[in-house]
């Protein structure tokens, strides 16, 4: 005799006031450690792919960066339809995939101009690309987050 999943109460949630408005809420303490780790992993890619061209480096780069975040997505939103939190916030995966792709071309840049006079230019744009994520990420997060649509939630609650 099975009992049925209830929502846990000590999950954690993002607290209201950040997604209300940009400017003025709050950002959760995730953000802090998320983008940092993000970043590390972003620039450790790029360093591990060190002497190869420029476009391998960027396209392995986009093929984690652009794949996996719909494949943990699809993840999260079965887990929200279950724990009943499909209203809740969440990060807009178009948005953080804009940033990441803005972050990619910074790097393909910052890595093509210094080649010429450096000899460890990719180091140097992984090093790049790890603080720029972990700077300006909490920063940018609060602009990241949406509301989804309550008739979209409702709809959704009908088809289950």
Do not use: C
Not at 5 to 13: C, E, G, H, I, N
Not at 106 to 123: F, G, H, I, P, Q
Not at 150 to 158: I, P
């Amino acid at each position: 005799m099975s009992r049925p999943l209830a929502p846990r109460p000590t999950a954690r949630t993002l607290p209201p006031t950040s997604a209300a408005s940009p400017r003025g809420g709050s950002r959760p303490k995730s953000a802090f450690v998320h983008y940092p780790v993000l970043g590390l992993l972003m620039g450790g890619l790029w360093a591990y792919n060190h002497g190869a061209s420029l476009w391998e480096h960027t396209e392995r780069l986009l093929l984690i960066a652009l794949v996996v975040p719909p494949l943990l997505e699809r993840l999260r939103i079965g887990r929200r339809r279950r724990l009943g939190r499909e209203s809740e916030p969440r990060v807009s995966l178009l948005r953080l995939t804009l940033l990441k792709l803005a972050v990619v071309a910074l790097a393909l840049v910052a890595t093509s101009l210094l080649r010429e006079k450096v000899a460890t230019a990719d180091y140097w744009a992984a090093g790049g690309m790890a603080l720029v994520v972990a700077a300006v990420g909490p920063a940018l997060h609060p602009y990241m987050i949406v509301r989804p649509n309550r008739s979209s939630a409702s709809q959704s609650l009908h088809r289950s």
